[in-house]
């Protein structure tokens, strides 16, 4: 091989290197953007309304009461039942 084909080639590998590396960093680049969008997104839901919150531990409060009002209802009606037979 010639000093000349050899030089072509890498140059023409560099090339090819060259735009792979301005690609990779353009791809980068939109990552990047695309991560601070999630990121502001994820903050502002941590940042929920104190309203909201209160509403939700309500409504997690009456699924606890009811859920002890079934037990014992279901104790109540075994009991009966219970009695009853005998």
Same mark, same amino acid.
Not at 9 to 37: C, D, F, G, P
């Given at each position: ?24 960093? %353009? ?5 990047? %953007? ?6 502001? %997104? ?45």
């Amino acid at each position: 091989m010639t000093s000349e084909s050899v030089s072509f080639r890498i140059t023409r590998h560099t090339e090819t290197l060259a735009e792979t590396i301005h690609t990779l960093s %353009q791809r980068l680049l939109k990552l990047e %953007q695309r991560l601070v969008v999630v990121e502001r %997104q994820l903050s502002s839901v941590d940042q929920s309304d104190p309203a909201e919150l209160d509403s939700l531990e309500n409504v997690e409060r009456l699924l606890r009461d009811c859920r002890q009002l079934l037990e014992v209802s279901e104790g109540d009606v075994i009991a009966m039942a219970t009695d009853a037979a005998a």
